[in-house]
C-alpha cells in the first residue's frame, strides 16, 4: 500500500497571488522577522504584528487555489493510497482547493487563538489588538500561527507519517527552516523514494531522489497525472 506524504510550502501558493518569503522582494525583503513573526514582538508590539497579520490574512482570503492545489486534492481523491499533505503555508489555499486533513504545521491566518486558555475560533479578517477570547474573556487574542522559536504543530503525527512513507514530496519550499526542512531524511530513513518540485533547487535539494524544476501549477498536475496513471497500488 502507497503512503504518500506531501510537504507543501509557500512556492505552491505563489501563483495564487500570495508572496513568498525568501524569493526577490519576498516577505522577509519587506519585514524583520523579529518585528513581526516572534512571541517578543507581539508583546513588543501586538498592533504591529496584528497589522502585519491582518494584511496577510485580507490577501489570504481573496486568493484562489491553482492548479497545484486542485492536482493535490485530485490525488488524495483518486489515489487508494494514503496521501498527507502537511503545509508550512498559514493560508487555507489546500482546502479550497479540495484537500481535507491538512496538517498545518505553522497554524492558520483563518484562526484565532488565545494565548490564556488556548481556545481557538474563526479569526475575523481583521483582529484588534487585545480582543476578548470568547471563552475566557481575557484580552489575549493573536493569530494562530507558529511564530520563530515556538513549536510547530502536528509533529508527532507529521512524524509518524514520515516514518510509514513510500513517497515523500517537497513543493515549493526552499528547505531553509526546521524541522520541515529536514523531513526529506526522515522519509528516505524509511525507504521512500524523494522528490522536490521547486522553481529553483532548494537547499537540500541533493537529499532527494529526483527533482522536477518549474511552477508548480506546470509540474505538480504533471506528477500527481504520472501517479494516477499507475497502477501500482
Ligand atoms: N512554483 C514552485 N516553486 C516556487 C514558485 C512557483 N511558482 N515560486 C517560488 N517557488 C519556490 C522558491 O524557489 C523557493 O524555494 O518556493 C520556495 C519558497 O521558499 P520560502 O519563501 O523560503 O518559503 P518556505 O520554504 O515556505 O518558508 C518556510 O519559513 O518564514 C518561515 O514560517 C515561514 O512557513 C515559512 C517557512
Partial sequence: ME???????????AESGLGTFRDQGGLWAQYRIEDVATPEAFARDPALVQGFYNARRTQAAAARPNAAHQA???????????VTIVTQ???SLHEAG???????????????????????????????????????????ARPDVVW?????????EIYDHLASATIFAAIGTSGQVYPAAAFVHEAAA?????????LEPSAGVSS????????????VPRWVEGLLARRTT
Fill in 190 to 198: 524509511a525507504g521512500a523514494r524523494t522528490i522536490e518540485m521547486n
Fill in 89 to 91: 503555508n498559514v493560508d
Fill in 3 to 13: 503512503k504518500i506524504v506531501i510537504l507543501t510550502g509557500a512556492g505552491i501558493s
Fill in 98 to 140: 479540495g484537500a481535507r486533513d491538512v496538517l498545518h504545521m505553522h497554524g492558520r491566518l483563518d484562526k484565532a487563538l488565545c494565548a490564556a486558555c488556548g481556545y481557538r475560533w474563526e479569526a475575523p479578517l481583521e483582529m484588534q489588538v487585545a480582543e476578548p477570547c470568547p471563552d475566557c474573556r481575557s484580552p489575549s
Fill in 72 to 82: 493535490l486534492a485530485r490525488l488524495q481523491r483518486n489515489r487508494p493510497a494514503e
Fill in 148 to 156: 520563530f522559536g515556538e513549536m510547530p504543530y502536528h509533529m508527532p
Fill in 208 to 219: 532527494f531522489d529526483e527533482t522536477l524544476p518549474g511552477m508548480a501549477t506546470e509540474t
